[in-house]
């Protein structure tokens, strides 16, 4: 058995060199979807590499969560720091490997006009990624929600910023923001995305009681959702411009329902690895007051925000 300093000199030995390692992939301009889908390719290949690789991913796993190195890793590659824990490349790897049945012959979403429950009810569990148009064109979210009202929201809640830190999530992408508190210090310029600033969009996750209490004054559980389905407690709000969201996979229990609010937003989707060859990636745009379902856990999804527009959605989940 190693004693205390050598068990540390090799923790140290194998945090440099996965650090050296992780600087070396991203700086080669790489993400994290390149391993995820390098990991399914070969899975597809290799009868037992799946085991194999969960055997050498829950080492490392270990060892980078002890060192407290695997969170850092993973917030700054794919910008999901809670809502892909330390566990992200974990649940990659042993997920169900899909039937590709989802996908077959999807080249597109149905693309639905404002409807009733009655109406929804043959598409509500379909995963079939679906637009309903002008869904939520009268709720008052729509003109009431920008970002000051989410500035002044978390100024104005006392430990609304910890409830994000600490119970909820913050998902930064590409920006250089780390937490939510970065948000609502930036420069004025810098909020309203002036020449010469650099473009942000962020998410988070709103578990605050009070603070889910007076952002739910502007808005409704989507009427169209089954009457018994299963609701999520919390909402994630995203904003910003230009890139948006990575592609990634969701690690979330339910389906995912998204309001657009404010600005258009292209949603592009692509199938998991092993169904590449017989299904296709598609892509298309939503607009204000527009409703968007995806089943974001086996559909590879990513965003990006129609130049000039600023992009303000809220998102959650139903089962
Ligand atoms: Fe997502």
């Not at 085991?51 to 969560?65: C, D, F, P, Q, T």
């Not at 077959?104 to 929804?120: C, D, G, H, S, Y």
């Amino acid at each position: 058995m190693l004693r205390s300093n050598e068990a540390e000199t090799e923790k140290d030995i194998i945090e440099n060199e996965f650090l050296t390692l992780t600087r070396k992939f991203i700086a080669s301009g790489l993400k994290c979807n390149d391993i995820q889908k390098a990991l399914q390719k070969e899975g597809k290949k290799r009868k037992h590499f799946k085991s194999k690789a969960l055997g050498i991913i829950l080492v490392v796993n270990a060892i980078l969560y002890e060192c407290g190195v695997f969170h850092c890793i993973v917030n700054y590659a794919i910008g999901i720091r809670c809502l892909i824990p330390n566990n992200y490349f974990v649940w990659e790897a042993t997920r169900p490997v899909s039937d590709c049945s989802y996908c077959l012959k999807v080249a597109k979403p149905i693309v639905l006009p404002n409807l009733t429950q009655e109406e929804f009810a043959k598409y509500a569990y379909s995963s079939k990624p679906l637009v309903i148009k002008g869904a939520f064109l009268h709720w008052p979210a729509l003109n009431r929600f920008d970002y000051y009202f989410f500035k002044e929201l978390y100024e104005s809640v006392e430990g609304s910023f910890e409830s994000v830190d600490q119970e909820c999530q913050f998902l930064h992408f590409k920006s250089d923001f780390i937490s939510i508190r970065d948000i609502f210090s930036m420069h004025e310029d810098r909020v309203r995305n002036l020449p010469g600033q650099k473009s942000w969009y962020v998410g988070w996750g709103n578990c605050h009681p009070k603070v889910l209490e007076k952002m739910r004054k502007y808005y409704e559980i989507p009427h169209f959702l089954p009457e018994d389905c299963e609701l999520s407690s919390k909402e994630y709000v995203f904003m910003g411009y230009d890139a948006g969201a990575t592609l990634h996979l969701d690690f979330i229990n339910r389906l995912m329902w998204q309001a657009q609010l404010k600005g258009s937003k292209t949603w592009y989707l692509s199938p998991t690895p092993e169904c590449e060859d017989v299904c296709s990636s598609f892509s298309f745009l939503v607009e204000p007051g527009d409703a968007v379902l995806v089943d974001t856990r086996i559909w590879y999804h990513g965003t990006t925000v129609k130049p000039g527009d600023f992009s303000l959605s809220i998102q959650s989940e139903y089962g």
